[in-house]
Nanobody
Framework: QVQLVESGGGLVQPGGSLRLSCAAS????????MGWYRQAPGKQRDLVAN???????NYVDSVKGRFTISRDNAKNTTYLQMNSLKPEDTAVYYC????????????WGQGTQVTVSS
């Protein structure tokens, strides 16, 4: 089993920055994908960005050029650096961990609130 602990959310003004962290613990399979999803009120949970064990990245179009996902494999941790934040980025951000043992496994953090408002 894998447990995910998220941190770094908060209230920020438009144009500001936040850095989210997600640390994985437990039975960590070397080949995995870590990422961030977000869910705003009245909307579905959507992928923001993810990063593979070999640092291949994917981003939703709306955050390209503003957000950067990274990872530290030695610490089993992923980071999401969010710059130039907009009100439409306001959501609960969920860390996700996916591995490929036995057909694949999927794990979620509890979520951290990001609010972008003046």
């Amino acid at each position: 089993q894998v447990q995910l602990v998220e941190s770094g959310g908060g209230l920020v003004q438009p144009g500001g920055s936040l850095r989210l962290s997600c640390a994985a613990s437990g039975s960590i399979f070397r080949i995995n994908i870590m990422g961030w999803y977000r869910q705003a009120p009245g909307k579905q949970r959507d992928l923001v960005a993810n990063i593979s064990s070999v640092s291949t990245t994917n981003y939703v179009d709306s955050v390209k050029g503003r957000f950067t996902i990274s990872r530290d494999n030695a610490k089993n941790t992923t980071y999401l650096q969010m710059n130039s934040l907009k009100p439409e980025d306001t959501a609960v951000y969920y860390c996700n961990f996916r591995d490929f043992r036995g057909g694949g496994n999927n794990y979620w953090g509890q979520g951290t609130q990001v609010t972008v408002s003046s």
